[in-house]
């Protein structure tokens, strides 16, 4: 049986690698960074539950992505480069299948986007996943909750609602792999969120929910908001689904990992064809407004809607 | 039922302010955060599982204090001032009284040190708790494993095997309640490490055991060991306990969360009286040597130390 140190060398050595500013990486009481001047660091911790965050049978590779994913997803929604990471991993039982299948799905979101392990710890347990990313947005650049004015833009990264759709789907034969690939291994908005920063003065990652995260904005911004409910962008997998309550699932469903941004008219312009040009879409689903409250205008009527964050898949709703 | 915005806000509040270098703190996607010029980053992560890195029956005061200052030993043998740090909180069910006493406890420590909660998140799941704890260190000044010589003094600050010989009384009437303290409540060597850090050449902290963690050393150092028997230093009350087996338990005992640093002999007469200072001894335990390996000086004998490190206590030691 290997121990600790052997098991990380094993398994998660490929991860050291690749990152600038590493002075000392793992294997010592601490890692030491070098963070350059005018830069901020920019620092968020997420944690992955098996049977909460993501189902039970869900393949090691793909853990490992989301686990890295959801992370760099929040410091996307900064604006900020993502640099290094550490790794808190609680397993049953040593198993060296899932250890090399977890290991190479972060690995490959890992190198997609330049980022190295350095620190982390193993314990025994029942599976949870606790991963520290830190990045770099340059001094006073960087997109926050606070900073959405009346009259602004409210923008989403990609589509909607696909992850909700694709848990529901998770005992159907009839299951969309397409669907399925989103909640499994979503795609943090890393670069679109570092070219949203140029414009952007609020934003956040869609990980519980539309109404849910934005109201977070509103919150922070002390604004209100109005979405139209025909513009929130629907996948081709989505479409085809048809599900009967496709607004329910858009509007509350977690897991998308997309970005709402809330940008300028004009700016929308620049930003969308260079969103456009990393193949992501950018599209305008509402408006910030002075009077408070979330507001959703389906044709010619207007009515509230109730900000719930989604809870994941295992948990109740909050009331 | 608060969701897990208004549980943070309820219980952590207090924890987030009290540190330099704060641009955003807790409640948006990530913390911002501004590293000095001068300065490394040093960061490490820590996980406490119930009944693996704390009894079951811990207090709730205990465990936030004991899964901070963990963190805060490992930026302490870095010789780096802790500035910020991040929770990662699974917990079984919400309870009001758990969670008072335990940001109690994790404010009672984090403010000894003027450290400032800057994010986290919490989950439900059974309890373990993660934290990742940032700290800076003037560039190139911090302690390595690497930097080890022949000829240097190795000293430890503090006592060894209190916290292990607490966890054998456990369940027993007799237990001595200054031991069990040294379990609940480690004192992370802050203050020590940043003293040591101006002569310490390598440095690593005792939370494994002594012969385990001195090893990483030699190992990184390229470079053996000789320690002495009669100089591993005693608590009063582990010599009032008087165990039979003191020096498997000073030697092999988990959990002291003191420092092992080496020093240079004319450093180790400087360091002595500024820790004394601090009430914090610092006792000289043995040599390093060219060759490899670890070894123990009992009377005219010396005799190999296996360097098994100590795997908790509810785990099977490394054979």
Redesign the interface.
Known sequence: ?M???QLIRHYFSGLTAGSEGV??GI?????????P?GQ????????L?AG??FPHQTRPFDIGWKALAVNLS??A??G?VPR?F???L?LPAQDADWLAGFSEGLKALADLHGVAL????T????L?I?I?A??L?P?GR?M??DGAVQGDLICVTGTLGDAALALRQLSEASADPSLRRRLDRPTPRVEAGQILAEWGMA???LSDGLAGDLN?ILI?SQVGAELRAEKLPQSPAFKRAAPADALALQLHGGDDYELCVCLRGEDFQAAQPRLAALGVPLTCIGSISAAPGLRLRQGAEVHAIEPR?Y?HFS?TR??
Chains 1, 2 share one sequence.
């Open positions: 049986m121990d600790e140190f002075v000392l294997g010592d009481d601490a890692a030491l960074l070098t963070v001047s901020e660091l920019a620092v968020t911790s997420d944690t539950v909460r965050h929040d410091l929604a900064m900020a290094w550490t790794l808190a609680t350095v620190g982390g710890d314990t025994r347990g029942s949870s606790t520290t830190m990045g947005v001094t960087a926050r909750r934003a956040i990652d977070h922070a964050g809870q948990d909050a009331p």
